[in-house]
């Protein structure tokens, strides 16, 4: 039995449904924990690519059973546009079970997290707009909508007027919109309760069971430990939690359960949305790693922001998730650099930092330290075992792995589920 985490370790894009995949080949469950539509997750099997958002990645592997647990918010047009997609291309998705408890992201959210951000004006988040800040902020506030809803029409008409009430006042008054119908609203959600049914379970008790079973469980995270709600760069973050915490919480599985938590870190550094981030590059060189390294989001198509590793988050994540292990994706990007920089500490205001300053004024303000690493010339993708690499590449990662505090246990070195180099097995 073995019960293992994956977090993204930055700020997402890492490369989690990648390794979700890659492990993902011996588990019995793959479990998404947190987020919703707002996650974009790139597998590229034997040459084939899949883009998957609000289905677990694990939906791939064919033994496996995917799950969306009670801490994930689903827009149920999405989920059955993706079952379909996935279906048409060869994927089953019939073994796809989802928590009762988990939250669906009505239609007006999505109008919500548009004005909000509106409403911030240059202060504005840059979030990817699909409802996942107010239906977390509905579940809060006690007045979100539920998968079990769906089966009670009363209730559900009820609970969408509750809300509708304090959204609708937002629009008129504020924004000066038509209210929203909340009949129209409760039909559209209805309608996929039938389709909907024989999906739905306790995840907590199945979970639970399959791991007393003697099953190995992974637990997908989506978005990453920098945009943790109460970890990350607030209010520069989703409103979920992300972090290792968050599979318990979100699952319904207690912390003593699990065995390993595995964080997902690029060999640099992506971003995207608003908000501080200490090791960007806004020269050609940015623009170079872009380029490089595909940095176009899966979700809106916006470009990533880049930058040089962070060791600092990276000692930060391996803190608040309490990582077993790192896996470190696209060092086959950074092939051709003569000197790589990587970030050990930070300047702030003059006074080095070594450690995530624990209030975000000092983080706007923190000024990468830098330590420069030889780089290498040869392409590194079809290097299998560790000793392949270029001595350069390998020194990098030894170095990255002692500035990080958490071993490095498999290196990326190209999309595809093949292209990995495992140094101390996973599962
Ligand atoms: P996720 O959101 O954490 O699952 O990551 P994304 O799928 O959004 O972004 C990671 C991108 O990097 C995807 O296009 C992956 O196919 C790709 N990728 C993952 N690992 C590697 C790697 O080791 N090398 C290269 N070149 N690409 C990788
Ligand atoms: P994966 O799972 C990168 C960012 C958005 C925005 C902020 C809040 O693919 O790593 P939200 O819509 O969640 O309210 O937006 O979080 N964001 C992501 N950035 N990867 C993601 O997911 C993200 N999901 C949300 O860009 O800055
Ligand atoms: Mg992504």
């Not at 049914?197 to 997908?220: H, I, Q, Y």
Request: glycine residues 10%.
């Amino acid at each position: 039995m073995s019960a293992i985490i994956v977090v993204g370790a930055q700020w997402g894009d890492e490369g989690k449904g990648k390794v979700t995949d890659l492990i993902g080949q011996d588990v019995d469950y793959v479990v998404k924990f947190n987020g919703g539509n707002n996650a974009g997750h790139t597998v590229v099997v034997d040459g084939k690519k899949y883009a998957l958002h609000l289905l677990p990645a694990g939906i791939i592997n064919p033994k496996a059973t995917p799950v969306i647990g009670n801490g994930v918010v689903i827009d149920l047009d999405v989920l059955f546009q993706e079952i379909d997609q996935m279906e048409a291309e060869g994927i089953d998705t019939s073994r796809l079970r989802i928590s009762s408890n988990a939250h669906i992201i009505p239609s007006y959210n999505k109008i919500m997290d548009k004005l909000s951000e509106r409403s911030l004006g240059d202060r504005l988040i840059g979030t990817t707009g699909r409802g996942i800040g107010p239906t977390y902020a509905d579940k809060m506030n006690r007045i979100g909508i539920r998968i079990q809803d769906l089966f009670d029409e009363s209730i559900l008409r009820q609970k969408v007027k509750s809300a509708l009430e304090q959204k609708n006042f937002t629009m008129e008054k504020e924004f000066g919109l038509d209210p929203v119908d909340v009949d129209q609203v409760a039909d559209s959600l209805l309608q996929y309760a039938d389709r909907v049914k024989p999906m739905v379970f306790d995840c907590s008790l199945e979970v639970n069971k399959a791991l007393d079973a003697g099953k190995n469980v992974l637990f997908e995270a989506g978005q990453a430990t920098m945009l943790d709600i109460d970890h990350g760069t607030y209010p520069f973050v989703t409103s979920s939690s992300p972090t290792a915490g968050g599979a318990c919480t979100g699952s319904g599985v207690g912390p003593t359960r699990i065995d390993r938590v595995v964080g997902i870190a690029k060999a640099y550094v992506t971003r995207v949305g608003e908000g501080p981030f200490p090791t960007e590059l806004l020269d050609q060189t940015g623009e170079d790693l872009r380029q490089a390294g595909g940095e176009f989001g899966v979700t809106t198509g916006r470009p990533r922001r880049c930058g040089w590793y962070d060791a600092v988050v990276a000692r930060y994540a391996a803190r608040v998730n309490g990582l077993t292990d790192i896996v470190l994706t696209k060092l086959d990007v950074l092939t051709g650099y003569k000197q790589i920089p990587v970030c050990v500490a930070y300047d702030v205001d003059g006074k080095r930092v070594d450690e995530m300053p624990a209030d975000q004024t000092s983080f706007h303000h923190a000024k990468p330290i830098y330590e420069e690493l030889p780089g290498w010339e040869e392409d590194i993708t079809g290097c299998r075992r560790f000793e392949e690499l270029p001595v350069n590449a390998q020194a990098y990662v030894r170095r990255l792995e002692e500035l990080s505090g958490c071993r490095i246990s498999v290196v990326g070195v190209g999309a595809g589920r093949e292209a990995s180099i495992e140094r101390t097995a996973l599962l």
